[in-house]
């Protein structure tokens, strides 16, 4: 799959220049809660991330609700 092995060259590349590369799971912007879009990428790449690390999460960061003075920012994980 061509996002692992994009991955794998990152954490390659931040090994290289002693960067803590002990990954935990990944984020993404989102605006108004668009990341709930049933036909979007979110729950499959998450269930990706928990199938390979099963504490993993997903951190969702909205920029536009941050704007009103506190960070927006958000943890999911999957479960059964």
Known sequence: MEIEAYVTEMLRCMREVNVDNNTVGWYMTSHMNSWLDPNGVTVETQYTFQEEMPKSVCLVYDPVRTLSGSV?????RLTG
């Open 72 to 76: 927006h920012l958000k943890a999911y």
